[in-house]
């Protein structure tokens, strides 16, 4: 069979991601916001006989910039491209994916360009299709990824692509064209266009640049410098100006904007972001989105309680008495009160928030607020951008920590990951707080709890910018229009995000519940526990027995509170009964700072290597204990 | 009475400001290959002709018509080192030394026809190409164009050549129209639309792109 490889590159939010997901049927994470794809997506689909491995890319606005992204992009593309590249374009917005095309079409890579959000576009502008491939001469596709239209057509167009040589160049201005001309007998590069090569030469692209002869680099380095000498500018925006006049004279061309008015998304994204407008909103989307999630989460978590009690009722422990007699009733009851807890705990808390998470995602509000917010995390040594992981860090902190990726500066990416971390509550820590502190314990625990966090992560922020070299790094960051969140696409992130919760952490709860069985039909459990007793009675003042949930919590954070529930029945008392409410805020508090999950570990261990993962852990570790100390002896005096 | 020594200078303190900030005398000194002493005599003319204002100690900056001047006579050299090169197929280091001695005495008219035989389209932003130009605000850093003015950006200026990289990246290039949405506090970001597009812009990055107003 006949293989072939695509890949796809294009500017942030172009759409490639939910083009991807239309071509190969792959789901991937899709936000309205720049930067959702951090890590090659790969996957494979046959047609007319034709194996095709599409490759998603980062997101680039160029090839010229020097971010880890544009350097991912360029070497992907200058050591392979595969049989072809498509360009994504959002169609409304063809300039700047024009620039891109012209750069990868340079080097000599083989190009078909995507008009994607088609369908979109034609409600705002004529675009003259044809009228483009005829300047162009490369294959131009008017594709939508998100109705389908003409991805079909796109794919037939992959298949039947050949390579030809099309006279399509930019035309750069005479100095840097004689430049071009001298550098190209000293180019011999393997598979790309020695113009091409020679061009990013004088724009010193360190991807471009270890592979030619020192003599080209030397020559090129001299030119640019003799360019900037002579002009008074560098070579880099000059050229970059040439391509931009090249792409504004074809956008005018094959472009005419047919509506003027401003559109009801137009104005109230300006209104999104105008201070006197922007700061009530934003409180309010805030506000909205937390009461609503505490008030809907309160609600389903007794229902789907109740739910399952009436449906399961004592089936399954019947059950396990049936088959093995007291034991098997005991790990029955086990895994009985195991389902009901993943039920109880994943539904209410961790699916809605992802709900809620998904619709902020995707009506592109999240960008608004980052802009918004920059003044605040300025003071925290971060800028605006830090929001949206700390945002998705509410949800799980592996992805959190993922997405402080497009965060440029090292540094900055180590104060919001240990924020995250330490003082971010997780969907599952959220769960504890809200589903054990906050029912048992009553709202204000659980208040308490959301004002030692805030504390917290204006503390830490605070000591980590002091004590951390400063290294200056500025915002710039694309609006994406407003758009009405697709409840297709928040479904599917939705699973994506939660079935996890159903694959390990369940399966994982029995596995625990069936040991806990055994350890305390052996009598083995008092010496698992005595060791902590230091710990969880004196200094937390919590029921020794504590210390599984907290073991179990390293593993996953809503375990620990599974743990919980298994042993409150062990115990043979209701959970409410199993601790006083000062033990459940204590509970929360220590679970909320709480050392990091395995994931989240194995995540900061690869991002920031492993000191900085043992620092975290040990400090949050510590600082949690000692809080959650402190708050039981004012408590008991209280 | 200007004469082409005179606007030479101009040049220079052009290169060296930019149109922003002071200029040292001795770096003029040294970019002209001449002792500091003359520079001192020169730059007390051009003080008088209104051109720059001087400080004795702290430098050299240009007056809003002094960097009119400068940039036209740039400009000028552009498109005369151009035409020679484009459409007289001169070498390109005979073209700019002729080039050098005809921005002082072309005119404006003659150098408007000139860019239109060279068919340029990066011009717009030249000094040249409008006497009208004069009345609007030439080059002012695009963090202080007032909301709602369109602009044409004119050039971007900063030492670090990774910060222009980046913001060239983005598409903040010469020639492209930009308006400023939306300020969002007194120095947070601020929005501006490129293109057809939305990009939230930090003040520092924002102030190192130039930008032609009312084009």
């Known amino acids: ?638 | 009475m200007a004469t082409g020594n005179r606007e030479d200078y101009l040049l220079r303190i052009l290169r060296l400001t930019d149109g922003e900030g002071v200029a040292k005398t001795t770096d003029i000194a040294a970019l002209m290959n001449v002792s500091a002493a003359s520079v001192t005599e020169m730059l007390r003319a051009l003080a008088e002709d209104g051109s720059i204002v001087y400080e004795k100690y702290k430098g050299v900056s240009l007056t809003p018509e002094g960097l009119i001047q400068a940039r036209r006579l740039r400009d000028k050299h552009q498109i005369a080192e151009r035409f020679l090169m484009d459409i007289l197929d001169k070498e390109q280091g005979a073209a700019h030394e002729e080039a050098c001695r005809m921005e002082h005495i072309l005119s404006d008219e003659s150098a408007k026809n000139m860019c239109r035989i060279i068919g340029a389209s990066d011009v717009s932003a030249c000094e040249v190409c409008g006497t009208e130009c004069i009345k609007k605000i030439s080059g002012v850093q695009m963090n202080r164009l007032p909301p709602g003015t369109p602009g044409k950006i004119s050039h971007l200026k900063c030492d670090d050549p990774e910060k222009i990289k980046k913001l060239v990246s983005i598409g903040f290039v010469p020639g492209r129209s930009v308006s400023l949405v939306n300020r969002t506090s007194n120095n947070g970001p601020m929005i501006f639309h490129l293109g057809e597009s939305n990009i939230a812009l930090d003040q520092d990055l924002a102030s190192l792109v130039f930008v032609d107003a009312g084009t």
């Open chain 1, 1 to 638: 069979m006949r293989e072939m490889q695509v890949t796809l590159i294009g500017q942030p939010n172009a759409g490639k991601s939910s083009l991807f997901t239309r071509l190969t049927g792959v789901g991937v994470i899709i936000s309205n916001y720049a930067g959702t794809t951090v890590e090659f997506e790969e996957a494979t689909i046959t047609r007319n006989g034709v194996n095709i491995h599409v490759h998603d890319l980062p997101g680039t606005h160029s090839l010229s910039g020097n971010s880890d992204d544009e350097k991912v992009v360029m070497k992907a593309l200058t050591e392979d491209a595969g049989d072809v590249v498509i360009v994504v374009a959002d169609a409304s917005n063809i300039e700047g994916s024009m620039v891109l095309c012209f750069e990868t079409m340079e080097l000599g890579i083989p190009v078909i360009l995507a008009l994607n959000k088609m369908d979109a576009a034609v409600k705002k502008f004529d675009t003259d299709v044809d009228k483009l491939r005829d300047i162009l001469k490369i294959p131009v596709m008017p594709v939508s990824a998100r109705s389908a239209m003409g991805v079909d057509e796109l794919l037939d167009e992959v298949i039947r692509y050949e390579k030809k040589e099309t006279d399509f160049k930019v035309r750069y201005d005479s100095h840097a064209e004689a430049y071009i001309k001298e550098l190209i007998p000293m180019i011999f590069v393997n598979g790309l266009d020695e113009r091409g090569v020679a061009v990013k030469l004088l724009e010193k692209d360190a991807t471009i640049s270890p592979l030619v002869s020192d003599e080209a680099k030397d020559a090129a380095e001299r030119m640019a410098s003799e360019f900037e000498t002579t002009h008074g500018e560098s070579i880099n925006v000059h050229i970059a100006r040439d391509r931009y006049g090249q792409a504004g004279i074809i956008k005018n061309e094959v472009q005419r904007k047919t509506v003027r008015e401003r559109s009801f998304s137009e104005k109230l994204s300006d209104a999104a972001t105008a201070p006197a407008t922007g700061i009530p909103l934003l409180i309010a989307v805030l506000f909205i989105t937390f009461s609503s999630f505490i008030l809907i989460s309160g609600v389903l978590e007794s229902l789907i309680s109740e739910a399952y009690r009436s449906l399961a009722g004592d089936s399954l422990s019947s059950f396990g008495e049936e088959i093995g007699g007291e034991i098997g009733k005991a790990v029955m009851e086990g895994v009985d009160k195991s389902i009901e807890a993943i039920l109880t705990l994943v539904i209410p808390f961790i699916m809605l928030f992802y709900v809620i998470l998904g619709i902020l995602e995707d009506s592109g509000y999240m960008p608004r607020a980052v802009v918004l917010l920059d003044r605040v995390m300025h003071r925290l040594g971060l800028h605006g951008g830090a929001f949206i992981p700390m945002m998705v860090g509410i949800g799980c902190n592996v992805p959190a920590i993922m997405a402080t990726r497009v965060i440029a500066s090292k540094r900055e990416r180590l104060i919001v990951s240990t924020l995250i971390v330490m003082a971010v509550p997780c969907s599952a820590q959220l769960a504890i707080i809200l589903g054990a502190t906050g029912k048992y314990a009553g709202v204000l625990a659980a208040f308490s709890i959301f004002l030692v966090l805030l504390v917290m992560i204006f503390a830490i922020g605070i000591l980590m910018n002091r004590w951390m070299k400063y290294e200056p790094s500025s915002l710039a960051m694309e609006m994406p229009d407003l758009s009405m969140p697709s409840a297709r696409n928040v479904a599917f992130k939705t699973w994506d995000r939660c079935k996890d919760f159903f694959m390990i952490a369940f399966p994982l709860l029995v596995v625990g519940s069936i040991v806990l069985e055994i350890l305390l039909q052996f009598g083995l459990l008092d010496v698992l526990i005595e060791p902590f007793s230091f710990i969880t009675v004196t200094m937390l003042g919590l029921p020794g027995v504590v210390i599984i949930a907290f073991i179990m919590g390293i593993l996953r954070k809503e375990m620990a509170v599974g743990m919980l529930m298994i042993l409150a029945m062990q115990g043979g008392v209701p959970l409410a009964d199993f601790m006083t409410g000062d033990q459940f805020l204590v509970f929360g508090l220590v679970m909320a700072i709480y050392i990091p999950c395995l994931a989240t570990m194995a995540v900061l261990w690869r991002e920031f290597g492993i000191k900085n993962t043992a620092l975290i852990s040990g400090t949050s570790l510590i600082v949690a204990l000692l809080i959650g100390t402190a708050f039981n002896a004012v408590l008991s005096v209280i």
